[in-house]
Every structure is written in structure tokens, then in C-alpha cells.
């Protein structure tokens, strides 16, 4: 596709505010995201310190925010804490940062685009996600309290039976015009990606970043429609006085069903923990090759993986619904699909494993990040095992083991994955380098205490103490946890504090880093090889001809005549010389991948 | 006046009597559990998920310290300051045939083992309710969940529920030991999760549905109920107790109590005849 430069904006409000240029509003979501982690991440400290001291004062936040109790929790304010952490963290922390944030700044510079294909698209992608986030906001502010029925927001209990009050409304809303923003911005990833590769970016030669970004957005185009319809239908029923999800006592005979929502919700939710873990494994699986300084072990392997994945996620959802009551050849049905996606998510993982192996690894920053979401990720997959089987999820369904096991896939794994990531591009986001010394502390401080977090849910939930309890020590079953809960949580406020070590270098390196090199880590992909850093307003003043894929490391031929241990995807390597290129190019099978 | 007197008698010496029973209950009160793990198993089936779960995390514990070992030792071993990475693509027959091994070996045997397993169980004893329906010994509960609290009804001799022999009680189920109890669980207002921890049973209670499980106690002595599903402000607070009686004490129990109930019956008074006809097969 042929693509014009256009002059660079000069007024500020065009240039930083309503830009159109994917890598400012890049940092946008990057930045809103940051702060909407740590809200959800200060909302989980405060979960913490119930289950530590249940109903004593919150230290600074409670007196800030809840002296009328004279800062200790309330159950009403409890169940508001809890919803608020699983929505903000979903929809407004990890959403952005890994799809609005690294999605917009990656693809159009990893595949050799000028921007997206829908610039002006993209700008109100991001407005969008800025109106859902000032309703979050407001459901804080509303008088009965913010949203309060869990962030799977079940009806009746989400509608007016169950949480009346406009906190609950304001999130139904915020979560449609989220969704909107998630798919003008999905619909501008596969855009991009099918019409605006450089020439000779074939499929089969674009990173694993980019493959899982736009599997990331096919998904969220195809299930993020579905979320919306609920959320709007569940908005009618609160502001409307219809009766979709109403049923029971409240209504008499002619309710609704609120199972429909389930239903609805799970269509969305299952692609969802996908659509938060794709672009993290895409991420980690360059990352792995480029600091191991080896290629990416079979990646066509990985690609085919990751499609097999999404296609899979489509129709896995009714694992979250065995104990509803339903059906028990269609749980069946459920439970095989499920298993079914240990296959190609073992071949993802022992591909990394392979890939790390017998390589020669750079232990900086991103790759300590990357190992570590491969290690908390492949605890997470291990205990997922036993919540898709239907006999051991009766007993498990609804305890702390199922809040251990996805965070650990969905959050623990997605939060390394984004430092790994953030860590990485960080110098061709600001031109600057962040201080390495501080990153290691960061990191060792992340994956330790997370795997403490939530390896201590888990042992809590197998030992029977079940979710969203206010004071779960009331069951005589769960008392003899309190201990076990308190060391959760000290490792769980150790975790909180380690992160302001990544807030004052991510702030102090923006300010006063050392300048970065345009290709500090010695990589072979386009934006570092091709891009300044920070990239000019039009990413390439050439847009480049791609000759291969992005993992073209060892090769002992190259070391003799470069003197360096990759070859980037443009340079014409061996060949060109009349050298014939069977060591860049090593099997047959491969010539289309690499 | 004389018929009032005699009720209030009657019912004041029932409810001693009742006490007299919880008393000698009260002695075995639900015992808090020790030490890490899953509590106490007290179901005649239970077991075939703990071994199933157990099973699974020796294998899945394994594997994962495999895992750790292969990042420690390539971080370690093959580390860039004393390793040369080799150029190796990964295309090759044999490095494909070993991740498709892996694979699918962990398929059939960890998957394979738990899908085959669970199947079993499920088809032959946690939803097998045909045998348990035609087993004349067993006891029907019906279970109407509300914010916070659990009502419960068991039908009476005459083995039809929202009669006037129907046992009614709030929070507190007792149930004969080595015999299969069958509930059916419904909800009122919103979405509640009936869980009895140490049956290893748990269903949903949904509004306009009616969901079912079986279980069989097998160790007398009181337990808990709790509520697994979020549902409302004191969602924490809704639990109740089940008690597994001998047979003797149970029937005792069940006798009285039914009495009792026909006694307090009030044909007027809708909202305490919330029982429905049983949903069976």
C-alpha cells in the first residue's frame, strides 16, 4: 500500500492531545493505564488488609477515603473493593497497556507501516476509552457506593434487585463504551497488519509480537460486541425497568433469565483471559529469542499455536458454567474442548523452553521479565487443569484456588509480560534508557512475591476457604487459614511496595535518562533496526524491504563476516556476496518462515 | 382458648425436647479444621475427587519442577557469559516430533486421566441420580436459597413436598448417615452457590431454575454450608450447618420434627409454602 508522509502537527493540543499518530496515543493508553494499575492495584492491597486484619482501620487510605467507619472496611464497601479491583484491572489496566498501549506503538513499527490504517480511528479509540474511564470515576463518586456485584457482574445481583444505586449503572455503561474503544481499535489492528506490511513482510516473517497483537484484535472484534449487548441489556434493566435478567421472587412469573447473562458473559469471557495472554506471548516469544541470542524455536510452530488458540477460545466458555446446571453432556462437550487447548499451549510453552535452551542468554531486564512470565504462566496452565475437569471443579468452582490460578495466567503472567515489554521498547518509546540496577530489583521483587500472592491463594482455596468473603474466618473450615492469609497479604503489600521502584525509574528515566541508542539491544526487527529513537513522526523516512523473518541469530557464517551475531530483516545477509545462504536459511521447511 | 393452651404446651414441650437432641448434638459442634489441605472428607464419594486432584497435582507438581530446573539451568548454565548459542531454527523433523510429543503425551496422560476419570464419576455417581431416585431409603431436600440464608425443606412421611408433614427449617439440615440424599436448589432473589465443603458438592442457586446433587454422609457430626457465589453485602455471613445423624437419631429427629410441623402449619400463610413438587427425573 502506498503511504504519503504528512506534515507533523505543531500545535500542542493536535501534537500530544487529540494526536493521530499511533505512538503518541501509544503512551496515552500507556499512561492511563499505569494509573488505573495502580487503583486496582491499591484496591487489592486494601482486599489484603481485610483478610490480614479483618475489620481494622486501612492505614492512609482508610483514613483518606473511609473515615466515616474510621478507615476500617464495611461488608457494602468490601464487595464495591473487589469489583472495582477485577474491573479496573481487566478492562482499564491491562487492556490498555498491553493492546492500546503496545499494540498501537508495535505494529505499525514492527511491520514497516507509516501509522495505522485508520489514524483518526485511532484517536477516538483511545477518547472513547478516556469517557469509560471518567464513569468509572464516577461510579467511585456515586452516593450507594460503586459497582458492588463481583466484575463477572451476575444479575440479579447487578441489576436493581440486587445493587441499586447509579455505581453499578455507571459500570454497565463504562464497560459498552470500552468495549466500543476496544473495537475501533481492533478493527484498525487487522486492517493494518492485512494492508499496510512493507513489501516482502510476509505472514511468515512478522514477529511474534505482531501475530499475537492482531489474533489479540481478531478476537476482540469477534467477542467484545457480545460483552456490549450484555452490559446494554443490563443497563435496560436497571434504567429501563426491563426484565432480561430478572427472574425469581422480584418479578413473579414473567422474568427474564439470568443465566442468559452467564451465557453472554463467557462468550466474551473466555476469549478474554485470551485476548489479555496473546499479545504476551507474542511479546515473550520474540523477547526469548532476541535476549537467548538464538532464533525463535519453531515459529511456525508458535503461529500455528496461537491461531489454534484463538480458534479454540471461541468454544471452551461453558467451563466457567459447570455448576449452573447445566447440562451434563453439554459440560462434557465443554470439558473436552477444554482440555483440548493444553495442546497447542504445550507447544507454545515447550517451544520457549527450546528456545532458551542452548542459547546464550542475556539476563537484562526484559528477558528477567519474559522468563519470569513463562515460569509464573506454566504454574498458572498446570493448576487450570484440574478447574476444566467437572468432577474436580465441583469441589474447587467459587474458592481462592480459581482466583490463584487465573491470576497467575491472566494477571501475574500479563503483568510481567507488559514490564518485560515496557522495559524492552522503553528506549525507543522516549529515546531514553531506564536504569537497569533499579529494573532487577523490580523484577526479582514482581516474580517473587507474585508467586507468594498467589501460590498462597491457591493453597488457601484448596484448603476450602471460598471467594469474596468479607471475613471468610466466620466458617469454623477456614479459621486455621488466618495465618496462612496474613503471610498472603505481607507478601502481597511487599509486592505494592516493590512497584514504586519502577515508578520512580520509569518517571526519573523519562526526565533524566541517559540517551538511547536507535538499537541498544542488538535486535534484528524493524522498529530498531530501521526507526531512531524515539522513530520520527512518519516511522520511516524509506519504508524498507523485508528479506526475512525477525529471528535470525547464531549463525556462525554471519559472525565471520559481520562480526555481529544477527542479521536484521532487511540487510541482504550472506546471499548477496554470491555466498550461497544455507546457513541463514537451514531447513527446507523453513525458507516461507524465515 | 383451651386449644391455644394445649398448642403452646404442646409446642413448649417439643421444643425441649428438641433442645434435649441439639444438646447431645452440641457436644460433636462443627469441628474447625488444622493444618493445610483439604478438609475433611465425609461423603461416601468424595474420594474419588480427592484422588483425582490429588493424582493430577503429583503429575502436574513434576512438571512444573521441570520447568523451573530447564529456566534455572539455561539462565544459568547456558548463560551468555560461558555459552555459545547454537543456530537452530527448530524446523527440523525431530525438534518438531519432540514438541509434538510432549505434547501430546501431556494430553493423553494428564488430560486423557483426568477426562476419563471425571467422566466416570460424573456418569456413575455424581449425576447418576437414576439409581439414587429408585433407592427407597433415600431422603429428598429441597433447598430455597435468599438473602443470606438458607431455607430448607424435607419432604415428610408422605413423601410430597409443601405439605403440612414437610420438615422446615432455616440454616440448620440434618441428614441420616450411609444414606443418599438427594437436594434440589433454587434461589429466591439472586444468584447463591450451595457448598457443603466436606461432601465435595456445590451447585448453584438460580432464580426461575431448579439445579441438583446428591450426596451421602458417611461420619456423623455436624458440618458447614456455606454460600460459594458473591451475593450481596453479607454474602460472607450466609452459611448454615448440615448435620449427619445415625439413622436411629434421624429418624427419631425426622419424627418429631414432622409432628411439629403439622402442628405449626398455617394454611394461610403463603410465603412459608415456598416448596415446589419434585423436579425427580
Known amino acids: 500500500m502506498e503511504q504519503h508522509i504528512h506534515p507533523e502537527p505543531k500545535a500542542f493540543i493536535w501534537k500530544y492531545v487529540f494526536s493521530i499518530d499511533h505512538k503518541v496515543i501509544a503512551r496515552q493508553f500507556l499512561w492511563t493505564g499505569l494509573m488505573f494499575l495502580a487503583l486496582g492495584g491499591t484496591l487489592a492491597m486494601m482486599i489484603r488488609w481485610q483478610w490480614a486484619y479483618p475489620k481494622t482501620a486501612v492505614p492512609v487510605i482508610g483514613q483518606l477515603f473511609l473515615s466515616q467507619t474510621g478507615g476500617a472496611i464495611t461488608p457494602p464497601t468490601y464487595t464495591s473493593i473487589f469489583t472495582m479491583h477485577g474491573l479496573i484491572m481487566i478492562f482499564w489496566a491491562i487492556t490498555p497497556i498491553l493492546i492500546g498501549a503496545f499494540g498501537n506503538f508495535c505494529i505499525p513499527l514492527m511491520i514497516g507501516a507509516r501509522d495505522m490504517a485508520f489514524p483518526k480511528l485511532n484517536m477516538y479509540s483511545f ?59 481492533g478493527i484498525n489492528y487487522i486492517v493494518t497488519v492485512i494492508r499496510y506490511r512493507a513489501p516482502g513482510m510476509t505472514w511468515f516473517r512478522m514477529p511474534l509480537t505482531v501475530w499475537g497483537l492482531w489474533l489479540t484484535a481478531i478476537l476482540n472484534v469477534l467477542f467484545v460486541p457480545v460483552l456490549g449487548s450484555a452490559a446494554l441489556l443490563l443497563a435496560l434493566d436497571r434504567l429501563a425497568g426491563t426484565h432480561f435478567f430478572v427472574a425469581g421472587a422480584a418479578v413473579g412469573i414473567q422474568g427474564g433469565d439470568p443465566m442468559l447473562f452467564q451465557h453472554l458473559f463467557w462468550i466474551f469471557g473466555h ?31 508458535s503461529v500455528f499455536a496461537m491461531i489454534a488458540v ?123 534508557q531506564m536504569d537497569q540496577n533499579m529494573g532487577k530489583v523490580h523484577f526479582w521483587g514482581s516474580v517473587v512475591f507474585i508467586t507468594l500472592v498467589f501460590g498462597g491463594q491457591l493453597v488457601a482455596g484448596y484448603s476450602g476457604q471460598h471467594r469474596r468473603l468479607f471475613d471468610p474466618y466466620q466458617y469454623k473450615y477456614i479459621a486455621h487459614l488466618a495465618p496462612l492469609n496474613r503471610w498472603t497479604s505481607y507478601a502481597a503489600f511487599a509486592l505494592g511496595i516493590t512497584q514504586l521502584i519502577f515508578v520512580v525509574n520509569f518517571i526519573k528515566s523519562i526526565l533524566m535518562g541517559k540517551k538511547a541508542e536507535q538499537n541498544p539491544w542488538q535486535v534484528s526487527t524493524l522498529e530498531w533496526t530501521h526507526c531512531a529513537s524515539p522513530p520520527v513522526y512518519h516511522n520511516f523516512d524509506i519504508v524498507p524491504t523485508v528479506v526475512r523473518g525477525a529471528h535470525e541469530f547464531a549463525d556462525p557464517a554471519v559472525k565471520k563476516k559481520f562480526g555481529r551475531d544477527y542479521l536484521d530483516q532487511v540487510e541482504p545477509g550472506l546471499g548477496a556476496v554470491g555466498e550461497e545462504s544455507s546457513d541463514a536459511m537451514p531447513e527446507p521447511e523453513a525458507i516461507g518462515a524465515e | 382458648m383451651t386449644a391455644r393452651r394445649l398448642l403452646r404446651a404442646v409446642t413448649g414441650l417439643a421444643t425441649s425436647a428438641g433442645a434435649v437432641l441439639t444438646a447431645s448434638i452440641a457436644a460433636a459442634a462443627p469441628q474447625p479444621e488444622t493444618g493445610y489441605g483439604l478438609p475433611r472428607d465425609v461423603s461416601a464419594d468424595g474420594h474419588r475427587i480427592d484422588w483425582l486432584m490429588g493424582v493430577t497435582n503429583i503429575i502436574t507438581g513434576v512438571l512444573f519442577l521441570i520447568m523451573l530446573g530447564w529456566i534455572l539451568y539455561a539462565a544459568i548454565g547456558h548463560n551468555a557469559k560461558r555459552h555459545v548459542a547454537v543456530h537452530d531454527h527448530g524446523t527440523s523433523r ?29 456418569e456413575e455417581v455424581f449425576h447418576n441420580f437414576e439409581k439414587v431416585e429408585h433407592d427407597p431409603t433415600t431422603i429428598r431436600v429441597e433447598i430455597n436459597a435468599h438473602q443470606w440464608a438458607w431455607d430448607t425443606r424435607i419432604a415428610g412421611p408422605d ?70 457465589q458473591h451475593c450481596g453485602t453479607n454474602h460472607y455471613k450466609m452459611k448454615g450447618e448440615i448435620t449427619v445423624l445415625s439413622k436411629e437419631d434421624y429418624a427419631r429427629w425426622a419424627d418429631e420434627a414432622s409432628k411439629n410441623s403439622a402442628r405449626l402449619f398455617d394454611e394461610n400463610d403463603k410465603d412459608a409454602h415456598w416448596g415446589w413438587d419434585w423436579k425427580g427425573n
Open chain 2, 94 to 122: 525431530r525438534s518438531i516430533f519432540i514438541v509434538l510429543g510432549i505434547s501430546g503425551s501431556i494430553f493423553f496422560v494428564v488430560d486423557g486421566n483426568l477426562f476419563f476419570n471425571s467422566t466416570t464419576d460424573i
Open chain 1, 310 to 432: 484463538t480458534v479454540l477460545s471461541a468454544v471452551v466458555y461453558g467451563h466457567h458454567m459447570y455448576q449452573t446446571g447445566m447440562a451434563p453432556l453439554l459440560g462434557l462437550g465443554f470439558e473436552m474442548l477444554t482440555l483440548a487447548i493444553s495442546v497447542p499451549a504445550v507447544v507454545l510453552f515447550v517451544n520457549w523452553l527450546n528456545t532458551i535452551w542452548k542459547g546464550s542468554l542475556r539476563l537484562e531486564v526484559p528477558m528477567l521479565f519474559a522468563l519470569g512470565m513463562v515460569f509464573v504462566f506454566g504454574a498458572g496452565g498446570l493448576t487450570g487443569l484440574l478447574l476444566g475437569t467437572i468432577s474436580t471443579d465441583i469441589y474447587l468452582h467459587d474458592t481462592m484456588y480459581v482466583v490463584g490460578h487465573f491470576h497467575l495466567t491472566m494477571a501475574a503472567a500479563s503483568f510481567l509480560g507488559s514490564f518485560s515489554a515496557l522495559y524492552f521498547w522503553f528506549p525507543k518509546m522516549y529515546g531514553k
Open chain 1, 271 to 301: 476469549p478474554e483471559v485470551y485476548i489479555l495472554i496473546l499479545p504476551v506471548w507474542g511479546i515473550v516469544g520474540d523477547i526469548l529469542s532476541f535476549f537467548a541470542r538464538k532464533p525463535a524455536f519453531w515459529y511456525k510452530g
Open chain 1, 127 to 185: 477518547w472513547a476509552f478516556f469517557i469509560s474511564a471518567i464513569l468509572v470515576i464516577l461510579s467511585f463518586t456515586s452516593q450507594l457506593g460503586a459497582a458492588s456485584a463481583g466484575w463477572t457482574t451476575y444479575p440479579p445481583l447487578s441489576t436493581n434487585v440486587g445493587a441499586p444505586g447509579w455505581g453499578q449503572t455507571y459500570m454497565a455503561l463504562a464497560i459498552f463504551v470500552t468495549g466500543v474503544s476496544t473495537i475501533m481499535g
Open chain 2, 159 to 228: 413423601g410430597k413436598f409443601n405439605t403440612k408433614d414437610d420438615i422446615v427449617s432455616l440454616n440448620d439440615l440434618r441428614i441420616p448417615v450411609d444414606t443418599p440424599v438427594i437436594f434440589e436448589v433454587a434461589s429466591t432473589d439472586v444468584l447463591h452457590a450451595f457448598n457443603l465443603p466436606n461432601f465435595r458438592a456445590k451447585v448453584d442457586a438460580v432464580p426461575g431454575q431448579i439445579n441438583r446433587f446428591w450426596v451421602q454422609g458417611k461420619t456423623v457430626g455436624e458440618y458447614e454450608i456455606g454460600c460459594a
